[in-house]
Every structure is written in C-alpha cells, then in structure tokens.
C-alpha cells in the first residue's frame, strides 16, 4: 500500500506547490506486489535527478510538467482506439 499525504498543485501562473490531497485527507493506494519495487525503485531515481518535487509520472511536455485534463483524454482515448474498446 502507499500513502499519499501531500501533492504538488500545479497553477500555470505561479509556481508548484505542495499541499494536503485535494479533498484534505490522506489517501491509500494498492499497489501490486510486482510493482512495488519498480516503484520505489523510480521514486528514488526521480527524487536524486529532479529533487522531492519530481514527478513519478510527467505529462509530454517534459520531466517538470503534470499531465493536463487535454493530454490525458487525447492519450488515452486515441490508445482505447487503437486497443479497439469504445468509450
């Protein structure tokens, strides 16, 4: 399991900011087993090269940029296409 007690806000006008969970509270994600060393393993390598603040997982734009709403639907909804599963 892992625990998310903060996360970045990203606003384009100023700069990134950590904060509680958007709704205020800790959150609990399950992780597979197999995945789970993987993680940390990325967790560290992404903390040593860009700091605390880096991102496990950036948007197209680059190691520094979040994914937006736009690049997660064109993304995924072009790869549901493309597996052949309609929304």
């Known amino acids: ?8 806000v990203y606003v384009r006008e100023a700069a990134p ?4 969970p958007r709704n205020g509270k800790k959150r609990t994600v399950l992780v597979p087993a197999s995945l789970w ?15 605390p ?3 496990l997982f950036p948007g197209p734009k680059g190691p520094e940029h979040p ?7 064109r993304v ?4 549901a296409r493309d597996a052949g599963v309609s929304a």
Do not use: C, H, N, Q
């Open 1 to 8: 399991m892992l625990e998310v007690r903060a996360s970045w």
């Open 17 to 20: 900011e950590l904060r509680l």
């Open 37 to 51: 060393e993987g993680l940390k393993a990325r967790a560290a390598d992404v903390e040593a090269s860009l700091g």
């Open 53 to 55: 603040g880096g991102l």
């Open 67 to 73: 994914w937006t709403d736009g690049e997660f639907r």
């Open 76 to 79: 995924f909804t072009a790869a």
